[in-house]
């Protein structure tokens, strides 16, 4: 490592020339990747890579625009839309992965470069998307569209282009596109540092059991995991419970101490919002002040307008309207189940009153009495090799595609494993990383990012190199890693959004997988549907020891069982998306209280006090950055898609009906370059959707 160019302080930032030693066969992100299938050589890749990478990233970046605006010929399709549109080719091949490693194998050396970069990053973005000359160009070719034979995704590259300008200011007085850059500056680095505060947060919290007595209630395998977790943390004979899902969730279930559910669940909602180094509420007001300076900037009343002016929804009148309709029902669902979890509870503790850290023991203790299920008994079906041939059965059966391991692909841990994806013709798609498993340095929750995007380059197709990312519950000693039924559901959603990666047929880098992000969870949502149907389960679904495919009456219970706890489900959902909705359609001032206002936002919608929403503002990541904030509706919106789209499928008799998959594939997953929206679902599915599907599936008919 050359200590010389390892310095990750802000001054660094702006002396890159300092670190400028090495040449560019000494950079591996500045060669050509010599490895299996261009993947990239993670073991070659050293953090002081990043920033003279970058450098030269943006460098060539910044002389490609200027050789458009240089360009002395009228601006026209080709010099102007397609040449900016393939420009900052190298930034594109470094940033999915400095960001996917910061994400999913960050270090505190990439922590505090990414502050450094980010920074930078945005500088650049501003100096291109206020650049004028180049707006002059985008806004003539934009204007005489007409005048150009362009077929129907050429005409979308076009106004995709001229939107993303416009809806960036570029079009404003020099005033103001001046006072927008220092936002989007300053949003760049309260957003990161949002993220930095909860990942420290998560990590930093443990509890620490020692006894028998302590871990009364609690699963073998979870016991077994906690030991193993100690371990790790070089505390072995005792049992380490963390925040990660495989560990919090089933304490949460299984614990008969209430204390110690109390105190598990309270320091999760509680992250960000803790009076310490990590605390988010001020970062987070001031996020909310400059989002709603921006927008006004802009022309639009509130950020929540801004975001919706280009989604399905179209206004934040309309994603209200929604979560209002599937709202009260909810509520009502949500107080029924209170009432029997309270009677459950009354024969114990009789003067008790249930509160949010009962709701998980004391629902588990209602499903086996309901529905005689015992999510333990169901777990040796699952496991996580299982599962994931499910998910590869699933795209056989539906698309005619397989998965083939390759061992020889680079990955950048040790646990995370590499398939080339194989389309029905014999062709590559691309390369499917799958990374399972919690660990220090990981964000929590689960996603699907790329290693490099999907593109062509003069026609010929440059395939994907797609990641999902779980935190899934580890194998522990002599036995394999065994999913609940939640974790089942997500493999098969973060699947979802992979396919869509491999499929999506755009000829140009913007319009490629280009969806509105209330339509985007459609492809992962539709997959969800299929992981409990018996013809499918059947084949993947097989116990670890007998390799007997799970019996009809365990799938019965499953089934039986999915109406099971839809109102702290569905209501822990629509709470935390009305709150986004909230924050971002309200005048925020420096002296807005964070609590004050959640508060305040779940009390006028008659949140019962049992169920907390799924992210308080301080630990809402999803709102933490631009994708879904004013956003987080679109899984519901989407679900109302999804659930249309799985009816199909049923009502056609074969439920791996493959003519209507090859449609699915063709018009929603393929097919975003040509149809987006509602456009693209009425081509497959011939009408809109009905949302009565949507509503029975979550038992709110």
């Not at 420290?200 to 059991?209: D, G, P, S």
């Not at 790329?450 to 010929?460: A, F, H, L």
């Given at each position: 490592m050359k200590k010389h160019c390892v310095?990750?302080?802000?001054?660094?930032?702006?002396?890159?020339?300092?670190?400028?030693?090495?040449?560019?066969?000494?950079?591996?992100?500045?060669?050509?990747?010599?490895?299996p299938f261009g993947a990239p050589p993670f073991d070659l890749i050293k953090t002081e890579h990043y920033l003279p990478a970058y450098k030269e990233a943006m460098k060539q970046h910044l002389e490609e625009i200027e050789a458009i605006v240089n360009n002395p010929e009228e601006a026209d399709f080709e010099n102007t839309i397609v040449a900016y549109d393939k420009s900052g080719k190298l930034l594109r091949k470094i940033n999915p992965i400095f960001w996917g490693l910061q994400s999913a194998e960050t270090t505190p050396e990439l922590q505090e470069l990414a502050q450094s970069i980010s920074s930078k990053l945005t500088q650049h973005s501003n100096s291109i998307r206020f650049n004028q000359?180049?707006?002059?160009?985008?806004?003539?070719?934009?204007?005489?569209?007409?005048?150009?034979?362009?077929?129907?995704?050429?005409?979308?590259?076009?106004?995709k282009i001229y939107q993303d300008f416009a809806r960036n200011g570029a079009a404003l007085p020099e005033a103001q596109r001046k006072e927008l850059e220092k936002i989007n500056e300053r949003i760049s680095a309260i957003s990161l540092q949002l993220r930095e505060n909860?990942?420290?947060?998560?990590?930093?919290?443990?509890?620490?059991?020692?006894?028998?007595?302590e871990l009364a209630g609690l699963p073998q395998n979870v016991i077994s995991a906690a030991a193993e977790e100690a371990i790790q943390r070089d505390m072995e004979g005792k049992f380490v419970f963390t925040l990660?899902?495989?560990?919090?969730?089933?304490?949460?279930?299984?614990?008969?101490?209430?204390?110690?559910?109390?105190?598990?669940?309270?320091?999760?909602?509680?992250?960000?919002?803790?009076?310490?180094?990590?605390?988010?509420?001020?970062?987070?007001?001031?996020?909310?002040m400059l989002r709603q300076q921006m927008s006004e900037i802009l022309g639009f009343e509130n950020y929540a307008a801004y975001f919706t002016d280009i989604q399905m929804a179209e206004n934040p009148e309309n994603v209200y309207e929604f979560l209002y309709r599937v709202w009260v029902p909810t509520l009502a669902k949500a107080k029924e189940e209170r009432d029997m979890l309270q009677a459950i509870m009354n024969r114990t503790y009789e003067d008790e009153e249930l509160k949010a850290w009962d709701w998980w023991y004391y629902a588990?203790?209602?499903?086996?009495?309901?529905?005689?299920?015992?999510?333990?008994l169901i777990k040796p079906y699952f496991t996580i090799d299982n599962v994931k041939k499910g998910n590869f059965i699933l795209a056989e059966k539906l698309f005619?595609?397989?998965?083939?391991?390759?061992?020889?692909?680079?990955?950048?841990?040790?646990?995370?494993?590499?398939?080339?994806?194989?389309?029905?013709?014999?062709?590559?798609?691309?390369?499917?990383?799958?990374?399972?498993?919690?660990?220090?340095?990981?964000?929590?929750?689960?996603?699907?990012?790329?290693?490099?995007?999907?593109?062509?380059?003069?026609?010929?197709?440059?395939n994907p190199i797609v990641t999902i990312v779980m935190n899934f519950t580890r194998p522990t000693a002599g036995k394999p890693a065994m999913l609940s039924w939640d974790e089942t559901t997500t493999y098969f959603h973060e699947f979802g959004h992979a396919l869509h990666n491999f499929f999506a047929e755009g000829r140009y880098n913007r319009t490629s997988r280009s969806v509105p992000r209330d339509f985007v969870e459609l492809?992962?949502?539709?997959?969800?549907?299929?992981?409990?149907?018996?013809?499918l389960l059947k084949k993947y679904a097989l116990h670890y020891q007998t390799n007997e495919p799970i019996p009809q009456n365990l799938i019965d219970k499953i089934n039986a069982s999915s109406l099971f706890?839809?109102?702290?489900?569905?209501?822990?959902?629509?709470?935390?998306?009305?709150?986004?909705?909230?924050?971002?359609?309200?005048?925020?001032?420096?002296?807005?209280?964070?609590?004050?206002?959640?508060?305040?936002?779940?009390?006028?919608?008659?949140?019962?006090?049992?169920?907390?929403?799924?992210?308080?503002?301080?630990?809402?990541?999803?709102?933490?950055?631009?994708?879904?904030?004013?956003?987080?509706?679109?899984?519901?919106?989407?679900?109302?898609?999804?659930?249309?789209?799985?009816?199909?499928?049923?009502?056609?008799?074969?439920?791996?009906?493959?003519?209507?998959?090859?449609?699915?594939?063709?018009?929603?997953?393929?097919?975003?370059?040509?149809?987006?929206?509602?456009?693209?679902?009425?081509?497959?599915?011939?009408?809109?959707?009905d949302i009565t599907y949507f509503l029975e599936r979550s038992g709110l008919n």
């Open positions: 310095i990750l302080s802000l001054i660094a930032l702006f002396a890159w020339a300092s670190c400028g030693h090495e040449t560019e066969t000494d950079n591996p992100l500045l060669m050509e990747f010599d490895t000359d180049l707006f002059k160009k985008v806004q003539a070719v934009h204007d005489n569209i007409d005048n150009f034979d362009l077929d129907r995704e050429q005409r979308i590259l076009v106004e909860l990942l420290a947060e998560n990590n930093n919290f443990t509890i620490v059991l020692e006894t028998e007595e990660a899902n495989p560990s919090r969730i089933p304490f949460l279930q299984f614990s008969e101490h209430r204390d110690l559910r109390e105190k598990m669940l309270m320091a999760y909602v509680n992250r960000g919002d803790n009076n310490n180094e990590y605390d988010n509420k001020e970062l987070f007001i001031e996020l909310m588990e203790i209602l499903r086996k009495e309901a529905y005689d299920l015992d999510e333990e005619g595609i397989s998965f083939e391991a390759r061992p020889e692909v680079p990955v950048y841990h040790e646990e995370v494993e590499a398939y080339e994806v194989i389309d029905k013709d014999g062709s590559s798609l691309g390369i499917l990383y799958i990374d399972p498993h919690p660990r220090i340095g990981k964000r929590s929750g689960a996603w699907c990012g790329t290693y490099r995007s999907g593109s062509y380059v003069d026609g010929e197709r440059i492809p992962s949502q539709i997959l969800e549907n299929f992981a409990a149907e018996p013809k706890n839809q109102g702290f489900i569905q209501g822990e959902y629509l709470a935390a998306a009305i709150l986004d909705m909230d924050w971002h359609t309200s005048k925020i001032t420096p002296d807005t209280d964070v609590n004050a206002f959640e508060n305040e936002s779940m009390q006028r919608i008659g949140l019962i006090d049992e169920i907390i929403p799924r992210y308080r503002t301080t630990n809402f990541q999803h709102i933490f950055g631009p994708g879904y904030a004013a956003g987080y509706y679109v899984y519901r919106w989407a679900g109302v898609l999804d659930a249309d789209t799985f009816m199909a499928f049923k009502e056609s008799g074969d439920l791996f009906n493959q003519e209507l998959a090859q449609k699915f594939r063709k018009y929603i997953l393929a097919g975003n370059a040509k149809w987006e929206g509602m456009e693209a679902y009425k081509k497959f599915r011939g009408q809109e959707p």
